[in-house]
């Protein structure tokens, strides 16, 4: 016997949730970028590494999906959730350090923001297409 699908929720229910949900997204994906180049421009120790290879290689994985971020791809979203967990880990690990506990919890935070926002945005984007495609 097949499982009985859960039913969609309406267009009504989902519009705003898929507006709200990509705000944050994009404003944690922004701001998380910014944290990232600030606080390797201003405040990072870097014992001598140079400034742009860091910030180089610690915005690829997010230039990666920007596009997508851009043009609200559900599907870049989605991807976005694994790639945002670097960002959290990282994070996690600067908060231990007291001279970097501020910038940690930051990351940390936007990261996490980042990630739920991304995930809900994917799921209720899916949901809005196929209710708007007349799947009951």
């Not at 014992?47 to 180089?56: D, I, K, P």
């Not at 991807?79 to 908060?95: H, K, P, S, T």
Request: glycine share 6%; proline share 5%.
């Amino acid at each position: 016997m097949a499982k009985k699908r859960k039913p969609l929720p309406s267009l009504e229910w989902l519009t705003p949730r898929v507006k709200s949900s990509r705000a944050i997204s994009l404003a944690s994906f922004i701001g998380l970028a910014v944290l990232l180049v600030v606080w390797n421009l201003a405040f990072a120790d870097l014992h001598g590494a140079r400034t742009w290879v860091v910030v180089s290689i610690q915005l690829i994985p997010l230039l990666l999906v920007a596009p997508g971020m851009i043009a609200g791809s559900p599907r870049a979203h989605a991807w976005l959730c694994f790639i945002v967990n670097l960002y959290f880990i990282q994070g996690v690990l600067a908060a231990i350090d007291p001279a970097r506990m501020i910038y940690g919890l930051l990351e940390a935070g936007l990261s996490l923001t980042l990630f739920i926002a991304a995930l809900l945005y994917t799921r209720w984007s899916y949901q809005y297409e196929r209710k708007a495609a007349g799947e009951a």
